[in-house]
């Protein structure tokens, strides 16, 4: 920071002529020094991700994250049950989703109903879901051709219709 004194003098009302200080800041200097440091923490910050270097050990260990499946339970317009792509009879839906959470583990469950099923019947369907001991149920459903697409929306592949163009 610097304080720039003025280059006349002033006078007392006894006629003394008295220097004083400006008490302004220049900060085009401390403006031009932030970012100069800004840069450099921008060029550094990728290469500290790194770490440092090693010489891992190799291991015959699987990995632990397995790409599984999602998990879709699906009415279809005939009321037949699906879990994935194997049709599952109405007795069998519960015990099939508990010896899938035993084997996989609990994920979320996508609950997809064709739109001419009565709202009662998703509803026996979700409250079935809900017995398997699955923490996290989601209903699927299409997007309409003329809605736009939340900001929050998850990335699941569905066909949709041409983004829309803001001006």
């Known amino acids: 920071m610097a304080i720039a004194f003025q280059n006349g003098a002033s006078s007392d009302d006894d006629g003394d ?3 004083r200080p ?8 401390m403006v031009d020094v932030m970012l100069v440091l800004l840069i450099i923490f921008m ?3 990728p290469l ?4 440092v270097p090693l010489d891992l050990p190799r291991t015959s260990a699987t990995k632990l ?5 999602p998990m879709v339970v699906s009415l279809a317009p ?3 049950l699906y879990i994935r792509d194997e049709r599952v009879e109405r007795n069998n839906l519960v015990n099939r989703l508990m010896a899938l959470r035993r084997d996989e583990g609990d994920s979320v469950v996508y609950v997809r109903a064709d739109r001419k099923i009565p709202y009662g019947d998703v509803m026996e369907l979700l409250g079935r879901v809900g017995e398997t001991g699955y923490q996290r149920v989601s209903l ?3 997007p309409s051709p003329g809605a736009a697409p939340s900001p ?13 163009t803001t001006r």
């Open 17 to 19: 002529e008295v220097y």
């Open 22 to 29: 400006m008490a302004e800041i220049n900060v085009t200097p």
């Open 43 to 45: 060029v550094a910050a």
């Open 48 to 51: 500290m991700v790194q770490g």
């Open 65 to 69: 994250a397995k790409v599984r499946k």
């Open 78 to 80: 005939d009321g037949a």
């Open 140 to 142: 699927l459903s299409q």
């Open 152 to 164: 929050g929306a998850a990335a699941a592949p569905a066909p949709s219709p041409a983004p829309a």
